[in-house]
């Protein structure tokens, strides 16, 4: 290096050190200006227009082919299409995909779109709008969801590789960012889900009053093998009609250690869908708003139900049950599976009509409490009686209560059950084929028994056990 040069670096370099000094001895920054341009022009179609280029997009079942969007030429325009982003990976949930919909409030139809690339959280959060420029894509069903993606000689529909999303894929900019925008789920029911418009699959959607079911209260929402490795897994929520659907959570969901909760409330979650079954995704345990008390599962009827103090029921104006489902929806009464999901059901015999419960033929080792339950104005009633018969009998197996405390749609446990079985006659027999029907007795009811409440029949067996079939006809107070 000669001695100009480096007089001149030299120069240089104290020129800027006295500038830099300047700056902070006057305390004045100067902040550079934000810049944000967008990379696509602006939108050629709508989010359903693309959806309906899909081959069979009104199919459920994926047929194996899928339409290639021309890439851009003299005769074929760009396709560029906006978005909002509603999954999140950040939880270990929606692996290698992000999922959108096209409005951010009632949107019309959703996409997921596959990428080969993990933490997508970080460059598209939910709420990000994006906008896509499809030219060269795939786009079709992937195992009964319209899926966006490229060609892979391994798949139907290829995830984009890492080093070129940018080619397909870009944020919206707000003027100085990012326009990310608040997703306000859809309000659904789960009679909903199954039968949804199909355009509702990848988009966010909240159900309120569920809860898991019973069974799985304080179990991992992950699940694991032999080996104690986590596996994906599915979790079953349900609401007060006995309507269920299933919450899919992967294997790396974190934390997968999150307990059920013995509680009820609202869920927001990601509707998906495999093959013919809908199936949801939570972002996170924050998508499960469980706060309230648990009601009551596996409850049918009671629709019309009035507080009488005398009455005769003999079950002549239902149908019998011929076919599935074989129970019967009481609109006057309760019909309450409360562990087995086995219902009282009429039955018809010599012209006579009556309902009928067994815990035989059932599930190994699987308990039958079925509840039976009577509006009554007990201020009002004097007494309680009812015929009886058992087929098939191998031990007692039908019980009965009063209650004044029980909320109808809460769980039986709450209630305070008083048993006045042994104030009646119950067969004991026979062991083989069916007895007869029988007057049970009549019981007078306590005059410190007063208001309105229940009597309750309770059907407790087991398939593994007791299974006796119990017959009840003719209950009558006056």
């Known amino acids: 290096m000669n001695i100009k040069n480096f007089l001149k670096m030299s120069l240089g370099a104290a020129l800027l050190a006295a500038s830099q000094i ?10 550079p200006e934000i ?17 309906a280029l899909a081959p069979a997009a009104a199919s459920n079942v994926y047929t194996g082919t899928a339409y290639k969007i021309p890439a851009e030429d003299a005769t074929h325009p760009a396709v560029i299409f906006d978005g909002y982003v509603v999954s999140s990976d950040e939880n270990g949930n929606f692996y290698k995909t992000i999922t959108f919909q096209d409005k951010p409030e009632n949107p019309t139809v959703g996409l997921t779109v596959g990428i080969n690339k993990s933490m997508n ?3 598209y959060p939910v709420g990000a709008h994006i906008r896509i420029k499809a030219n060269g894509m795939l786009i079709g069903k992937s ?3 319209i899926t966006l993606g490229v060609e892979d000689p391994n798949y139907a529909i290829g995830r984009i590789p890492e080093s070129i999303i940018g080619r397909y894929i870009s944020g919206v900019c707000n003027g100085a960012g990012l326009e990310i925008v608040n997703i306000v789920p859809r309000e659904i029911t789960l009679d909903d889900i199954k039968a949804s418009n199909s355009n509702w699959i990848n988009t966010l959607v909240k159900v309120k009053n569920v809860q898991f079911t019973k069974a799985q209260i304080g179990k991992p929402l992950v699940g694991t093998d032999i ?9 079953t929520i349900v609401d007060a009609n006995g309507k269920s659907a299933t919450i899919r959570t992967g294997a790396f969901f974190k934390p997968a250690a999150y307990q059920i909760p013995n509680e009820s409330g609202d869920i927001t979650f990601v509707l998906s869908r495999y093959n013919a079954t809908f199936q949801g995704a939570i972002r ?10 648990r009601f009551a599962e596996g409850i049918v009827g009671g629709s019309n139900m009035t507080y009488s103090g005398s009455f005769t029921e003999n079950f002549e104006s239902y149908p019998a049950n011929t076919s599935a489902p074989y129970f019967n929806n009481f ?13 009282w059901e009429v039955r018809s015999f010599s ?7 067994s815990a035989n033929g059932g599930d190994a080792d699987t308990a039958y409490d079925t509840y039976f339950m009577v509006p009554v104005d007990f201020t009002a009633a004097n007494t309680l009686a009812f015929n009886v018969n058992a087929g098939f009998y191998n031990g007692a197996a039908l019980k009965v209560y009063t209650t004044t405390d029980y909320t109808p749609g809460t769980e039986i446990t709450a209630a305070t059950l008083n048993e006045i079985t042994s104030n009646f006659t119950m067969p004991t027999g026979p062991a083989s084929g069916y007895g007869t029907f029988a007057p049970a007795g009549t019981y007078d009811f306590p005059t410190g028994l007063t208001g309105n409440g229940f009597i309750v029949f309770k059907y407790e067996g087991n398939s593994s056990g007791i299974k006796t079939t119990m017959q009840l006809d003719e209950i009558k107070v006056q």
């Open 35 to 51: 810049v944000c341009n967008n990379k696509f022009a602006a939108p050629t179609m709508t989010m359903a227009d693309v959806v």
């Open 121 to 123: 959280y970080t460059d």
């Open 143 to 145: 195992s009964g969801a």
């Open 351 to 357: 012209g006579n009509k009556y309902i009928q419960l």
């Open 284 to 293: 996170g345990v924050s998508d499960i708003n469980f706060k309230n008390a």
């Open 227 to 235: 080996s104690g490795n986590n596996v994906d897994t599915d979790r």
């Open 22 to 31: 300047s700056c902070i001895h006057d305390d004045k920054w100067d902040v």
């Open 331 to 343: 609109p006057k009464y309760l019909n309450y599976a409360f562990t087995g999901k086995r219902y």
